[in-house]
């Protein structure tokens, strides 16, 4: 899951090398935390956090197959 926001993220920004993305699990779930360069900031997140909420779904779709439970956070 890491990786796919990873390539998702790096394709949405400006400054891909500024896509970091952290991993932790706990109590089973498992919440992954993306942080970008902040003028990348909206981009991640878009009008009215459109984007954020279709990366999510992705996330979620995808660990959904796996039999997982991915949280997705965007952090500053």
């Known amino acids: 899951m890491k990786e796919l926001v990873e390539v998702i993220a790096k394709a949405l920004v400006d400054d891909p090398s500024g896509v970091v993305v952290t991993e932790s699990t706990r ?3 498992t919440t992954l935390e993306l942080k970008v360069s902040p003028g990348d900031m909206g981009k991640v997140i878009g ?9 999510r779904s992705v996330v979620k779709a995808a660990s959904t197959r796996e039999n997982k439970k991915v949280n ?5």
């Open 47 to 55: 009008k009215q956090g459109r984007i954020a909420r279709a990366i």
């Open 27 to 29: 109590d089973g779930e």
């Open 72 to 76: 997705v956070e965007i952090v500053e």
